[in-house]
């Protein structure tokens, strides 16, 4: 038997499997680690011990686990959170912690100075996003102006992913769809890097090769081999960010194809045969040549649900606390009897872009209950959600296939109203493993043993969501986008 | 043994009686909600629960063997609320309350019958026919159920109709007929409109006449009741208020805000009552309250005084229009709204809101009063439940930047009713004695300097917020 192994390290986990070659999972393991705030604005990782570190644990427990001898396995693909920023010396080892994605707003003073200096609409052109904490441009610069110490020292920049690949092969690679995230230093129309728009951040050599995710990166090196259990030579994909290994591994495959995923936030992807050019959704090339990859985030999610039940169902226990505010909700009729809900605790991402939008509750009287209030917030999420959905029709890039992961599936009020008011049905497939099931298919599309339409054969369809029209959300939508439209002004007021 | 005073107050949502003793302190007090029937546009109560109540009420005063100390009975009630009695006094129909939409056609017909000119010289002032006035409750019962209206010989207040209860007098007083009473006194012509109308009308008498003599159960002899006056006035004259320039400040279900002053300044959504007594009253009733407050401390799974307690400060707005607003705003399609909310916010941010906003609706009144009356009151005489939190006090004392001073009697409507039964029944010259020896304050609060930029700052986005979510809120009030 043949088999391959996909990690994916995450914000607070790591998890690893080993699937055969008809995609049944036949080992799983993981463990855990923290996300360090050093002071407010920064979040690090420590790429020794939460990177490399968990690779290794979690490697090793799969092989003694499944008792898979190691020369059985026969590719490793990983994937990780990411864009991060992470200074390397020449021979690889970190210069301080992995400045992890846009959850880290220290270079927020490099992004205005940079778009500034190069202008927003050279920006949007040749980068495909506008620069904002997630960029990794603007957090070396701030490597530049603020550690000169290290930046004396860097020989790389990596990210999580390209960490993990050289030290499984000795290799500096990463994929487009994570130099994407390069801004400004990766142009969207070459496919190239690009030092010109900003020529002070970075040398040429200081930047990985660019590959595609499921290219043979490297093989895994008698040292590497010695620490993880795996065997020399192993052959160690390009791979890529996290998301994009779980859009993999629910089937997203063809143009028209949308990953919708309900975790803290709600996080998109949607692939498309041209590139997308619209200020509002983000933009990278795909994880393979030719395909093009939109998308879009909310600010706010899962994490909302998560605040009513910590604020507002102290009294139910934790473990049951869900399921009786969702069994509480859906004794309420949609529409929640005239009640609205803006989610933007945290100001929005996609498609407004404000950073001062805040929640609210409107049509408030007093039959209201916790009940509506919940439902409500349910609802105002999913219009949230259809908001985003219209913005992908505006700009002709209206998605075919629906492709639901993450914890929020399990709420099915949740998803029945995120399917009638975008008016799209929604898939959940059978294994909801997530990124790492997605490295392991990357992994054998990388040796040739597979490609990946076989996506619908190993995760095949579990069940699907049908849109179905419902009238109280189509009288709320206009009047939930006109909300936010008249209170935002006020919003700002109150953030000063 | 000392004699007594009782008052009597139909209010809205409870009826009370309370007994004094001639210096204010109460000796008795008995409260008991009732309901109210709500459908679409109806809100509709049932006479006998008024009377059974009061019923029930002298009887307790009885069993406390407190009856016969009792020297004079003064009755307020709602207004605007009408019961139809046929020549018996037995209620015909249930009471159509001031709540009640259901005679608005012929509201509009008979309203859109009156010119400006016309209005003046009936009323002294533009005064609106809306579908509370007793004219379109006429209109609408000798339209919908003739029979009805045929046997019907008076339409009263609940007022009149407990007054009647006590005394057989069928009798009202012009103060508690707003609207509806000409510049020299007596019903307005508008009554003519209405076939019928006139002859139903109860003949009105200074309020603080003797309206008729009652024994009370367990008390040995009759002994006065007042004609009174509703329940606005009473509450202004329990706390109080009764010379220019003094403000009053009623909070129960909903909060009323008012100032007295001779000087009359239009004011948008600010009542002006006709004078009584020298007394010009300005007036904002507003539609949040305690209600608002029980609202949320349900929602959060909190009593109302663990809600207060719990209540933490927040950049963040709630506009208390939960069931529409009144004065000054006017807008019956008005709705609750939360704004700014942000992830650290939880019951205590949100309990606060409700708290401030309630508070700033009672700014904005004040504020129209101060243009309505050309004048600022600083001081303003507190009474009602809705006082019972010396916190919520604070906030309310930071929030409009006065100071509050609390009445000690729990029930200014019923004290106010007292008093002027007291002077009904001569056991004081006159309103004015009857009240500085009545009406005592025993809680003051002062605002605080240093949260005025915070109230100051938040104010200033109450209204931009209420006419920026105006639109949205009837949209969903409609849905």
Sequence with gaps: MSYTLGVDIGTYETKGVLVDADGAVVAMASTTHDMLVPQPGWAEHRPEQDWWGDFVIVTQ??????????????????SAIGPCMLPVDTDGAPLMNGVLYGVDTRAMAEVRTLTQQIGAEVVLERCGNALTSQSVGPKILWLKNARPDIYAKTAKVLSSTSFLVHRLTGEYVIDHYTAASFSPLYDVTTQDWCLALAPEIVTPDMLPRLMWSAEVAGHVTTQAAEVTGLAPGTPVTVGTIDAAAEALSVGVRDAGDMMMMYGSTIFMIMLTSERVRDGRLWYAP???????????????????????????????????????????????????????FLPYFSGER??????????????????????????????????????????????????ARLLAVGGGTNNALWVQATSDTSGLDQIVCDKTVGASYGNALLARIAIGDAKVDDITRWNPVARTIAAQAVPAYAKAYPLFRRLYEQTKDIAKELSE | MTDLILGIDIGTTAVKLAAYDLAGVEVFRRATPYPTRHAAAIAEQDPSDWLSLVDEGLADLAAAALADRVRAVGV????????????????????????????????????????????????????????????????????????IWARTAAVLLPKDLA?????????????????????????????????????????????????????????????????????????????????????????GTSEIAGVLSPNIHAAPGILVFPPYAGITMHVAPTQAGGAALDWIAGVLGLSPAQAIATAKPA??????????????????????????????????????????????????????LDQSAGLRANILNCGGGGFASDRWNQIRANMLDRTLQCVAARDPGALGAAAVAAVAAGLHPNLDAALSQTVRFDRRFVPDRAARDRSDALFALYQPAYEAARATNHALAAL
């Design chain 1, 350 to 399: 996609t498609p407004l872009h404000d950073p001062h939008a805040k929640g609210a509750f409107f049509g408030l009287n007093l039959t209201h209950t916790r009940a509506h209030m919940f439902r409500a917030l349910i609802e105002g999420i999913a219009h949230g959600t259809a908001h985003v959905i219209e913005t992908y029709r505006e700009v002709g890039a209206e998605p």
């Design chain 2, 76 to 147: 307020t009630s709602q207004v605007n609320t009408h019961v139809f009695v046929d020549g018996k006094r037995h209620p015909l129909h249930r009471a159509i309350t001031w709540k009640d939409g259901r005679c608005a056609a012929q509201a509009a017909r008979i309203d859109a019958e009156i010119d400006h000119q016309t209005r003046l010289e009936w009323f002294g002032a533009p005064m609106p026919i809306d579908a509370s006035h007793m004219v379109a409750r006429m209109a609408w019962m000798a339209e919908t159920h003739p029979d």
């Design chain 2, 163 to 251: 007054i009647a209860h006590l005394t057989g007098a069928v009798l009202s007083d012009p103060v508690s007929h707003i609207g509806a009473i000409a510049p020299r006194g007596g019903f307005a012509p508008v009554f003519d409109r209405v076939a019928g109308a006139r002859t139903r009308l109860p003949g009105l008498q200074d309020p603080t006449s003797i309206a008729g003599m009652t024994t009370l159960p367990g008390a040995s002899g009759p002994i006065p009741v007042a004609t009174g006056l509703m329940d606005a006035w009473a509450g202004m004259l329990g706390v109080g208020t009764r010379r220019d320039g003094q403000a009053m400040y009623l909070s």
């Design chain 1, 286 to 340: 795909w994880l393979f040549p030719g395909q093009h990859a939109s998308m879009a985030g909310l600010a706010t999610s899962g994490t909302l649900t998560h605040w009513f039940r910590d604020q507002f169902a102290r009294e139910l226990p934790r473990d049951t606390a869900f399921p009786t505010l969702a069994a509480e909700a859906a004794t309420i009729a949609p529409g929640a009897n005239g009640l609205l």
């Design chain 1, 61 to 78: 427990k799969l092989i003694e686990q499944s008792g898979i001898p190691a020369d059985q396995i026969k590719a490793v693909a990983c």
């Design chain 2, 315 to 368: 950049a963040a707005l709630f506009l208390p229009h939960l069931p529409g607003e009144r004065a000054p705003l006017w807008d019956a399609h008005a709705r609750g709204t939360f704004l700014g909310l942000t992830p650290d916010m939880g019951p205590a941010e949100l309990a606060h809101c409700v708290l401030e906003g309630v508070a700033m609706a009672v700014r904005l009144a004040f504020e129209g």
